[in-house]
């Protein structure tokens, strides 16, 4: 809950990329269903600025959870440092079984600036999935594309454009099930310098993220406020909104004024305003240091497994 992100962004209207790796996939993804309370809350889980810019970078915290840091394989995957440019290679089996592949090249300006470009070029790893090691069964993740961090330590600019690759198995059935997400986004959070939780961070950003399986759609936040002094259940203030097929949905965070533990939010679907909604904990503080690990894995393993079931 206290780490710390790498950085982030500054810009307004909804951004239209220019044929990226992550528009590679989104291109091809149909357009988003969004006619329902569970359509809205689907994303109101995924769309706001500090989610996703954890679920686009989670291959960071993955070599530290897994691998090649904090105490895990220092020998895979194997890292190579030269003066501000850090780079981890696949290739190899770490202690713990996990498999490696691709390479991550971190280059940065040194520890006391905002600035780093990130690049994944067919970084991730591979592990059993405990419920079907009889059938051989493993999960896979795999990055594409770059994060770019431009500013100060305190304000910082982002720029995300990657695409997830995903497969495995079901974890009721161990059928074989795959999904790609992809985030083409653009943003800035003032704070950056603060632990999450700790301090206050004002999160912007816009542009387009979606999956193989709930397609594509259009996001902007403002002036998304993330303060656990305030609420640590939610986020304070500002708005998100979703747009996909004609239709318009609003997220109004509110616990600066309404802090509930249940993460509720005000919203509204096509200028029509509905009744609270619960569960959407992840834009609120605590929300990108747990999306670190497992919004990716909710964003993809979770929709392989929803995909089985049907």
């Known amino acids: 809950m206290r780490s710390r992100l790498l950085a982030v962004v500054a810009m307004?209207?909804?951004?239209?990329?220019?044929?990226?790796?992550?528009?590679?996939?989104?291109n091809k993804y149909k357009a988003a269903s969004l006619s329902s309370e569970a359509d809205v809350k689907l994303w109101a889980q995924r769309a706001s600025a500090p989610n996703i810019y954890a679920s686009a970078n989670v291959a960071v915290a993955l070599v530290g959870?897994?691998?090649?840091?904090?105490?895990?394989?220092?020998?895979?995957?194997?890292?190579?440092?030269?003066?501000?440019?850090?780079?981890?290679?696949g290739g190899c089996t770490d202690t713990n079984g996990v498999e490696w592949f691709g390479s991550m090249e971190q280059v940065g300006e040194g520890e006391d600036t905002g600035t780093a470009l990130i690049t994944y070029d067919g970084f991730?790893?591979?592990?059993?999935?405990?419920?079907?090691?009889?059938?051989?069964g493993k999960t896979k993740l795999i990055f594409h594309g770059t994060s770019k961090m431009t500013g100060s330590k305190s304000k910082r600019d982002f720029e995300i454009d990657i695409r997830l690759e995903a497969s495995g198995q079901s974890e009721s059935s161990c059928t074989p099930i795959s999904a790609?997400?992809?985030?083409?986004?653009?943003?800035?959070?003032?704070?950056?310098?603060?632990?999450?939780?700790?301090?206050?961070?004002?999160?912007?950003?816009?542009?387009?993220?979606?999956?193989?399986?709930?397609?594509?759609?259009?996001?902007?936040?403002?002036?998304?406020?993330?303060?656990?002094?305030?609420?640590?259940?939610?986020?304070?203030?500002?708005?998100?909104?979703?747009?996909?097929?004609?239709?318009?949905?609003?997220?109004?965070?509110?616990?600066?004024?309404?802090?509930?533990?249940?993460?509720?939010?005000?919203?509204?679907?096509?200028?029509?305003?509905?009744?609270?909604?619960?569960?959407?904990?992840?834009?609120?503080?605590?929300?990108?240091?747990?999306?670190?690990?497992?919004?990716?894995?909710?964003?993809?393993?979770g929709l392989m497994r929803r995909r089985a079931r049907r």
């Open 65 to 89: 959870l897994l691998g090649g840091s904090n105490g895990q394989d220092p020998n895979c995957p194997v890292v190579a440092k030269d003066g501000n440019t850090t780079r981890f290679t």
């Open 124 to 136: 991730g790893y591979q592990k059993a999935i405990t419920a079907c090691e009889a059938s051989g």
């Open 180 to 301: 790609t997400s992809a985030w083409e986004y653009k943003g800035n959070v003032d704070g950056a310098d603060t632990s999450f939780g700790d301090g206050r961070q004002t999160w912007n950003g816009s542009g387009r993220i979606g999956d193989s399986q709930s397609g594509v759609i259009e996001v902007e936040t403002k002036a998304e406020v993330v303060d656990g002094s305030v609420c640590d259940s939610e986020a304070a203030s500002g708005s998100t909104t979703v747009k996909s097929g004609g239709h318009t949905a609003v997220i109004q965070y509110d616990g600066a004024t309404d802090c509930e533990d249940s993460s509720t939010v005000q919203w509204s679907l096509d200028g029509k305003a509905s009744a609270e909604m619960e569960g959407v904990r992840c834009s609120a503080a605590s929300g990108p240091a747990f999306s670190a690990w497992s919004l990716a894995l909710l964003g993809a393993l």
């Open 12 to 26: 307004s209207g909804l951004w239209v990329g220019c044929g990226g790796t992550a528009a590679e996939a989104l």
